[in-house]
């Protein structure tokens, strides 16, 4: 089992959960931010869940504060935002850092094993995207500018491989 299924975090409602229970999905972690000039990739990514979620795909958002201060809300407000302004039905979690000393264990994860441009590890902006495959291994790491949309043929290639 991946280091990456003995990890848990917060659900945006406060339930801890392990990602144990994604084990065998191919997962798409995004950190977002609800005041961002990507926000509107929330749209995306929910097309992507909805249209691969029976195939095997998890999409799992990581709302995050450390860009521009872009996520200042409550956990409540968020989902509510999410929820009224998308349509968000994938799995949604509590506030996370994802660089500095208060990273999150699941972004030391994946940062670690996809560093970004010339190596480094640090995220640089919201909707920094990670696609992990069945087994827990992160395949690649997409930067904010990457629409959801162009990672339909990674993902598929990902729900045809066996795990």
Known sequence: MSALYDLSAPSISGQD????????KVLLIVNTASKCGFTPQ????????????????????FPCNQFGAQEPGTEGEIAEFCQLNYGVSFPMFAKIDVNGDNT??????????????????????????FLVD?????ID???????????????????????
């Open 42 to 61: 929330y749209e995306g990514l929910e097309k992507l869940h909805e249209q691969y979620v029976d195939k095997g795909l998890a999409v799992l958002g």
């Open 104 to 129: 999150h264990p699941i972004y030391q994860f994946l940062k670690k094993s996809a560093p970004g441009i010339l190596g480094s590890e640090a995220i640089k902006w919201n909707f920094t995207k």
């Open 17 to 24: 959960t392990p990602l144990a229970q994604f084990k065998d």
């Open 141 to 163: 790491r997409y930067a904010p500018t990457t629409k959801p949309e162009d990672l339909a043929s990674d993902i598929e290639k990902l729900l045809a491989a066996q795990s």
């Open 134 to 138: 069945r087994n827990g291994k992160v």
